[in-house]
Each structure stands twice: as structure tokens, then as C-alpha cells.
């Protein structure tokens, strides 16, 4: 979308986000002051490098990810959690591709590029739209570059992980024990003793709140902020201003004829013999020969259906449906676009394997006419126009802010832009310039701090900015009055919970054996309800059907009341009924599916256990001090 102006700013930028990003606190190592930068190394394993960028790279992405499950504010409790998790997938990432690395897994550029343009969601009208494309991951603030590098690590990972499911091997006794275990039905009760019902019992002393915060002094910490100003030009801001006449978009319709043709599609079917762990190469060149005898006699569809190694197209008989050029790998779209209808290809060779490809129908690609497209012709020439000037005015904006060091104002004189500001803007979220990981790191910088500096130019969708901190201000510790009812409702609360249980230990010991909870609970005037789940039901919260499944196969002339806690509640679980599940009533699809399952799951703890082995043997430094304030992210 904005690639001439990414590659117009590509030296400076790079230049002064590689040499000037630095973080702001700085702590004495005997009588030496250092400040980490972002190519600090923090964590190495086996020799290789992960970087403080990086770092917080990984980190800033797993903050996004749960501010979008919990909202913009992150629980101080759960940084720590956040920031070892960080650390956890960085070292297994760096095992796992140094392994796949040593041990040729890899996915070809072609075959990501086919699932991209294979996906709907990227597609306009049924055909694969770059623009679509580039502008979708932009507004998430990812590059196209990023992307297909993440996918391309995930798809060879997910190679490594079909390996360990594809070779584990389940016997007949696996097989029954895992489908009575995860079909497992359990029927009871649960009485329900809520915790806000006993909150009028609770009296605080008043010492227990100070002395609470005096203890708990990190978790009534303020976020670190700074207060930004900013330039900013936007894509259809420019476009506003562009003017063109009729002459010119259709001269622009001229010059660009051969680009107004519609493709050309083909329909076609094929039978794939996979090449894999089971099948060399000769192999499957033996069997597509083989293959290709008998179509001499046997229908196309139905040896497809039979032998293709092509679970997506099998079932329909091998039929592909329509495709435009390069929508398949480059030796299967060359075959195809040589062939005539209904002739049948020699076998092709791919990445997949060995496929025979038969041309079942074709549209041949026509000269659009100018009145036909003029609409998208205008937009598209329109965007055209309005990139080059949006172009224009960043290279300007750029020199000028670089100019002006540490001050906008000027620029935005001569620029006639407004100057926007926002104030308390965290390394966690809440303002825009939390899309972007890389700006977000640079106006937290010690150049950005103590000095002012002008950022570079960033890309935030379709704007382009610059920006400058104005205010800085550290963490400190919120005044006790400013918290104290939050504290006062917590320890409420606690104590609440508490007093809850106590009482649920109560009414265990008034519990007869084999007697009803809806008895005993309408003599003590509490909430009751029955169930009947089978393992990885929905009707309860998933940690209250844990906790109903959590005991050994039950006895139920001996069964024991089961307590678990959640949130504000506490629960007594009493099972009354258990079943196993049954292999008998499976249908054959039923238990190819629980195979598969299965198959997953151990080929998971597998993997698993390999990371495992692979870390317990790997040569791993973590810099002693990466989660505290001094790398402060």
C-alpha cells in the first residue's frame, strides 16, 4: 500500500532506530552507568543472540493479546507471568528452529504464498487482492514481510509437530481407555454458597488496609507515561486533494491496457501421490505411473477419489474448480496453463509430490472496456495519485522534522498541519501509537525523553507521523487515600471467601451418606442445582467441570463430597451417577475422529517432552536483570 514510502525512509530511519533507541532508567554496575539499548542481547541459546528489541517485540505482542481478552489495563499481577512466558518462547522458538534448521524442515516461499492467496478472507470478488491484503495487516500494525516470515516459522513448526503425531503409535487398549475417559459422563449435585452473602460479617480493623498497602507497595504502582505531540498525515486526507481530469484517467486506461484484461481460468482436476516419511521418491513416481495406466480403462473421478493423497480435493473426484494463473506452486500452474481441454498432463512433480493434472474447461481472459471499470478505475488511479503525493509531503515532513530536532511547531507552520497531542501514553497500551511495538520503544527512549528528539517517520495504517515526548513521568507509588477503598473492598471480599468456606466445611459434616443436597439445601436455605456432563461440556465454567471430573473413577456407595473454589463462590460437588464412555456406540467416521484426536494429543506431550529434552541440553544465559526495572517494557 505505502511501499515507495517504507523504501524512501528505509536508511535514516533504520539508522537512527538501530543507533539512538535507548530505555530511560539507568542503574550503576560498581562506578560504571549503563543503559541498555535495543541490540543489547538478553537471553543466548546455544550461541545464538535474542536481542532486547526483540524482547520486547514478543513481549508487546502478548500484552496486546491479553488486553484484548481483559481490556487496556493489565493486572501488575500477572506482568511477571507475562514477561517468563516471553522468555520461555523465545529460548523454545530459537530450539526449534536451530533443530528444523539442522534437519531440513522448511516450507517453500511458493507454497506460503499459495495458502495466502488461497484465503478467502484476502480475497475480493473470489480472486486474491494485494492491496486487501497489505491494508488488512497494516491495521494491525503488521508487515507483509513480518507475517509471511511467522507464518512460514508456524507451518515448519507444525512439520516438526505432524511428525510426532503421524509416528505415535496407540494400541487397542489406549484407544477404549481414551474414549471412556474423554466420554466419561458424570451426573450429582452442587450446592452453591456465595461469598458476598457473609460480607456483612466482616468488620476490618482499621490498620488492616495501610498495613495491607505498606506491604503490597508494588502492586499500587503507576504506569510510567509520556505525553506526546504529534504530526500526522493521512492517505485520505491527501487524497482530498487530488484533482485529475476525465482525459487523465482514461490516458491512464491507454497507457495500462494490458492491465485491464481479465484473466484467463482454468478448470482442472489431478490425483496427488504425496511424497512423505512412507512413500520415496521412486515410490511415488512408480505409483503415479501406475495410476496413470489404469486411467486408460477407469474413470478419472473415480481413481481420484480412491488413491489421491489430496484429502481436499479426493472426495470431490479430484476436481480443483477454477484457478487463475499463479494461484498454484509454479510447476502445477505451468503444466496446467500448457494443456488443452480434457487432455490429461504426464506426471508433475511439486513440493506435494507427484500429481497428474487433467484441464477440464477454461474462460479465456477479454479487454475490459473503459466504461466497464471506470468506478474502480477512478479509485484506483485516485490512490495512485494520492500515494505519490502523500509520498511527497512525508519526504518533506521528514527533512523538516529532522531539521527541527526537537520542536514541531515550525514544521507544522509550513506544513499547515495541525498539531495533535495525547498525554499518558504506557508501554502497554491505550493510545495509537500502541499499534506499533518499534514507536511505542523509540518515545520511550532516552534520546525521546531527555532530549525531545523528533522520532523518524512511522507508518500507523494509512498515516504517516512523527512525534515528540513533551512530559515524562515515572512510576510512583499511588497515594494510600487514592486506593484505600480498593484495598478495603479486597480484603472484604477475601475475608468474605473465607467465612464461605469455613461454612461449606460445615455443611459437609451435615451431609449424610448417600443423603440429597436439595434437602439439606432447602433446610439451610441454599442455592441447589443438578448436572449431567460428559467431559468438555460447556454448561459450567471449565474450571467447575475440571473440578466434577477431577477425582479417580468414583465410587459411588463411598463417594465423597468434593469442595473447589472460584472467584466469589465456593461449590460442593456430590456425583451420583458415573458411566464410562462406550467404543461400541462409535461409528467407523466417530472413531477415525477420536484416532485422530488422540493422535494429536500425544503427538503434542511428544513434542512437548522434545522441547523439554532440547532445553535441559541447550547452553541458555538470561541477563540477571530482564525483568526488573532497569529493562523496565
Do not use: C
Amino acid at each position: 500500500m505505502l511501499e515507495a514510502i517504507r523504501q524512501g525512509f528505509t536508511g535514516w530511519i533504520a539508522f537512527l532506530v538501530i543507533g539512538l533507541i535507548a530505555l530511560t532508567l539507568v542503574i550503576s554496575f560498581g562506578n560504571m552507568d549503563q543503559t541498555p539499548i535495543e541490540d543489547d542481547v538478553v537471553i543466548t541459546v546455544n550461541g545464538n543472540e535474542i536481542t532486547l528489541f526483540e524482547y520486547r517485540e514478543e513481549y508487546s505482542n502478548k500484552i496486546a493479546e491479553f488486553q484484548e481478552m481483559l481490556g487496556d489495563e493489565i493486572p501488575d499481577i500477572l506482568e511477571s507471568t507475562i514477561k517468563e512466558s516471553t522468555t520461555n518462547d523465545l529460548i523454545l522458538r530459537s530450539l526449534l528452529l536451530d533443530y528444523m534448521s539442522a534437519n531440513g524442515y522448511r516450507v517453500s516461499p511458493e507454497y506460503v504464498a499459495e495458502l495466502i492467496r488461497g484465503n478467502e478472507g484476502l480475497q475480493i470478488g473470489g480472486v486474491f487482492d494485494r492491496e486487501n491484503y497489505q491494508a488488512i495487516l497494516a491495521s494491525q500494525g503488521i508487515t507483509i514481510e513480518k507475517f509471511e516470515s511467522d507464518l512460514r516459522l508456524q507451518l515448519e513448526i507444525n512439520q516438526l509437530r505432524r511428525g510426532f503425531i503421524d509416528t505415535s503409535f496407540i494400541t487397542p487398549s489406549e484407544f477404549r481407555d481414551f474414549i471412556e475417559l474423554q466420554l466419561q459422563q458424570r451426573s450429582g449435585e452442587i450446592i452453591t454458597i456465595n461469598a458476598e452473602t457473609f460480607s456483612d460479617q466482616v468488620t476490618l480493623e482499621a490498620s488492616q488496609p495501610i498495613e495491607y498497602y505498606e506491604s503490597n507497595l508494588d502492586l499500587f504502582q503507576t504506569n510510567e507515561e509520556v505525553d506526546v505531540e504529534y504530526l500526522s498525515i493521512s492517505l485520505d486526507d491527501v487524497a482530498q486533494t487530488v484533482d485529475y481530469t476525465d482525459d487523465d484517467l482514461r490516458n491512464y486506461y491507454e497507457d495500462n491496457l494490458e492491465r485491464f484484461v481479465s484473466n484467463e481460468e482454468r478448470k482442472s482436476s489431478h490425483i496427488l501421490v504425496a511424497i512423505d516419511e512412507d512413500t520415496s521418491e521412486e515410490e511415488a513416481l512408480s505409483l503415479i505411473m501406475d495410476i496413470k495406466s489404469r486411467l486408460e480403462t477407469e474413470n478419472f473421478e473415480d481413481l481420484a477419489k480412491e488413491l489421491s493423497d489430496d484429502p481436499g480435493s479426493a472426495e470431490f473426484g479430484g476436481d480443483l474448480g477454477w484457478a487463475e494463473p499463479g494461484l498454484f506452486v509454479p510447476e502445477f500452474d505451468k503444466m496446467l496453463f500448457s494443456l488443452e481441454i480434457g487432455q490429461m498432463s504426464e506426471p508433475v512433480q511439486t513440493q506435494f509430490g507427484f500429481h497428474l493434472i487433467r484441464l477440464d474447461d477454461l474462460k479465456e481472459g477479454q479487454q475490459q472496456e473503459f466504461d466497464e471499470i471506470s468506478q474502480e478505475l477512478d479509485i484506483e488511479y485516485s490512490r495512485l495519485l494520492a500515494e505519490d503525493k502523500l509520498f511527497e509531503k512525508a519526504d518533506t515532513l521528514a527533512d523538516l522534522s529532522l531539521q527541527a530536532f526537537n520542536e514541531l511547531s515550525s514544521v507544522a507552520n509550513k506544513l499547515d498541519l495541525t498539531l495533535n497531542r495525547i498525554d499518558g501514553v504506557t508501554r502497554n497500551g491505550g493510545s495509537i501509537f500502541n499499534q506499533d511495538p518499534e514507536l511505542v520503544s523509540n518515545l520511550f527512549s532516552q534520546n525521546s525523553i531527555e532530549a525531545s528528539e523528533n522520532t523518524p517517520l512511522f507508518e500507523l495504517g494509512e498515516s504517516i507521523l512523527v512525534a515528540r515526548v513533551i512530559a515524562h513521568r515515572l512510576p510512583e507509588t499511588k497515594d494510600f487515600l487514592s486506593v484505600e477503598t480498593q484495598i478495603s473492598d479486597y480484603l472484604i471480599d477475601q475475608e468474605s471467601l473465607e467465612l464461605a468456606s469455613s461454612y461449606a466445611d460445615t455443611v459437609k459434616q451435615q451431609i449424610e451418606p448417600n443423603g440429597s443436597f436439595k434437602d439439606l439445601a432447602e433446610k439451610l436455605n441454599l442455592e441447589v442445582s443438578t448436572f449431567d456432563l460428559i467431559r468438555g461440556d460447556t454448561g459450567f465454567s471449565s474450571g467447575l467441570v475440571e473440578a466434577i471430573f477431577s477425582s479417580s473413577t468414583p465410587d459411588i456407595e463411598q463417594t465423597k463430597t468434593l469442595s473447589y473454589i472460584e472467584a466469589d463462590k465456593v461449590f460442593l460437588i456430590k456425583i451420583n451417577g458415573y458411566e464410562a464412555g462406550k467404543l461400541e456406540v462409535f461409528s467407523d467416521e466417530e472413531r477415525n475422529s477420536a484416532k485422530l484426536q488422540l493422535s494429536e494429543q500425544i503427538g503434542s506431550r511428544e513434542l512437548n517432552a522434545f522441547a523439554e529434552y532440547l532445553r535441559d541440553n541447550a547452553e541458555i544465559y538470561i541477563e540477571p536483570n530482564l525483568y526488573d526495572d532497569l529493562y523496565d517494557l
